[in-house]
């Protein structure tokens, strides 16, 4: 690998140089090899790093689980900014000293976001329309499930962001939570006639 970077750092082949790091550092964070090939390669390469975009990822790299990893892998690809670096350099490295360290985090948060999920679904449904009202007033059944699903990705998102400090996905929970409620109560009242 220090071949081939060493030859895009004098080709200055930027895209290369970076597709190269971002393959060193996520095998080798942590070595002492790779830090002094990485920081190398951008004290050799011009232009190397671009503006910072500001998508958040988490808090601390500690917060960090193994799809918001993938996600940031990815995004450097696109953005090949210092921050990003620094915050994959930080993560890789966490994953060098303990690999299980996000791939455990990440079970855990899904079983409690599937425990929410559970939690919903076990809740008692609310009363069926009367019989006696008009079928053409009968709210569709597809939209109360539709509606309860909403409310379960909702309490999902907000439990997960109580696991994560995120107060936006704490906010998006809540907020598709309450859209969920809407549209499953809108489901269940009674058009009037006006």
Same mark, same amino acid.
């Given at each position: 690998?220090?071949?081939?970077?060493?030859?895009?750092? =004098?080709?200055?082949?930027?895209?290369?140089?970076?597709?190269?790091?971002?393959?060193?550092?996520?095998? &080798? $964070?942590?070595?002492?090899?790779?830090?002094?090939?990485? /920081?190398?390669?951008?004290?050799?390469?011009?232009?190397?790093?671009?503006?910072?975009?500001?998508?958040? !990822?988490?808090? %601390? @790299?500690?917060?960090?689980?193994?799809?918001?990893?993938?996600?940031?892998?990815?995004? *450097?690809? %696109?953005?090949?900014? *210092?921050?990003?670096?620094?915050?994959?350099?930080?993560?890789?490295?966490?994953?060098?000293?303990?690999?299980? !360290?996000?791939?455990?985090? =990440?079970?855990?948060?899904?079983?409690?976001?599937?425990?929410?999920? =559970? $939690?919903?679904?076990?809740?008692?449904?609310?009363?069926? @329309?009367?019989?006696?009202?008009? @079928? $053409?007033?009968?709210?569709?059944?597809?939209? %109360?499930?539709? &509606? !309860?699903?909403?409310?379960?990705?909702?309490?999902? $998102?907000?439990?997960?962001?109580?696991?994560? @400090?995120?107060?936006?996905? *704490?906010?998006?929970?809540?907020?598709?939570?309450?859209?969920?409620?809407?549209?499953? !109560?809108?489901?269940?009242?009674?058009? /009037?006639? &006006?």
């Amino acid at each position: 690998m220090k071949k081939k970077l060493k030859a895009a750092v =004098e080709a200055a082949d930027v895209p290369q140089v970076r597709s190269i790091l971002v393959d060193i550092i996520g095998h &080798g $964070a942590g070595d002492t090899a790779t830090i002094e090939d990485v /920081t190398e390669a951008i004290a050799n390469t011009p232009g190397i790093f671009e503006p910072d975009d500001g998508k958040f !990822y988490a808090e %601390r @790299p500690e917060d960090m689980t193994e799809t918001l990893i993938e996600t940031l892998r990815a995004d *450097l690809d %696109r953005n090949f900014s *210092l921050e990003k670096v620094r915050l994959y350099t930080e993560v890789e490295s966490i994953k060098a000293r303990d690999p299980r !360290y996000f791939r455990d985090r =990440e079970k855990q948060m899904r079983a409690m976001a599937e425990e929410a999920g =559970e $939690a919903l679904a076990a809740a008692p449904e609310p009363a069926e @329309p009367s019989d006696q009202a008009d @079928p $053409a007033e009968r709210p569709a059944p597809a939209a %109360r499930v539709i &509606g !309860y699903v909403i409310m379960a990705l909702g309490a999902a $998102a907000a439990i997960t962001a109580l696991c994560v @400090p995120v107060k936006f996905l *704490l906010g998006l929970g809540i907020g598709i939570f309450l859209l969920g409620t809407a549209v499953t !109560y809108m489901t269940l009242v009674k058009p /009037t006639a &006006g």
